[in-house]
């Protein structure tokens, strides 16, 4: 059974208030420790929540739509339907039932107690937690913004100039239908906003490096690959061309895009100078190992 590995590094931006909370006027990043410095992150459900929008906007059917004017998602099938919808395909779904009313018509002392129901799949698709590529310096920017009766309200909020990278995993073949692993790739190389609040901060998460990997092995061996100098602001994948060097990982079973490409073409890897190209050359392989017709 094939799995598809793949590790994105998006572009350089200035990442602001990609959470809709507050701490007193200033609004805060999510933040983790990394390698012992503080870094900032965006979640994984902000990813997928904005892969299923990317569907959503690009005419696939989706069950969970989400609604600009209400501002929340309108589910279409509470049941839910793997094989109709992508999204239940792909990214799953969990809908939990509590118990009904206990029995009442049984003799006293032998009442039932109903259980619970859920109704649920895991998703295919697995995305980690993207994680800043330089640390969290502190840098906040303070803006005023005009309210009713002509009012000014202050407010802080922490900025951060970085990339981002983030990693995922899934096995074509477990989907209801496995032509939908294209969806997913340019679903992730076409990514726009992810994250935010109110519209005031656009933040582009497409890929400007991504490494994929189609391989028999269970384990991506590649998550987290790039690396950036903080002071220069240049890109390596030591780490992968180390795994590479040590026969963990085969390059063969890599597509590479991006400026990363020069470097990894000289171990073997399948590279590309854009990530788009790398992905068509990557959908192609796999149409033929899956035996998935051709477009068109």
Known sequence: MLHLFGNILTHHGSAANNRGESDGNITPLQKLEWKGETHTTVSAEAIRWALRYYWQKAGYSVNRRWNDEANEFAVTNPNFDPIGFIDDDVLGFMRAEGAKAENSDEPSGKKKRSKGTILSRRGILEVTRAVSSTPYNGDITFNAVSGAKSRTSLY????????????????????????????????????????????????????????????????????????????????????????????????????????????????????FPGVKAAVEALKQVIRHDMQLPQEG
């Open 156 to 271: 802080g909020t922490e900025v951060h100039a970085t990339r981002y990278q983030y990693g995922f995993a899934m096995t074509p073949d477990r989907l209801n239908d496995k032509s939908r692993v294209f969806a997913v790739l340019d679903g992730l190389v076409s990514l726009s906003e992810v994250a935010g609040n109110h519209a005031r901060f656009l933040y582009d998460f497409s890929p400007e490096i991504l490494v994929l990997r189609w391989t028999h092995d269970f384990s991506p061996r590649l998550l987290y690959c790039f690396q950036e100098d903080e002071t220069r602001g240049s890109l390596s994948v030591e780490v992968l061309v180390d795994r590479i060097d040590a026969g963990d990982v085969d390059p063969k079973e890599l597509w590479a895009g991006g400026s990363v490409a020069t470097t990894l073409s000289e171990w073997g890897v399948n590279a």
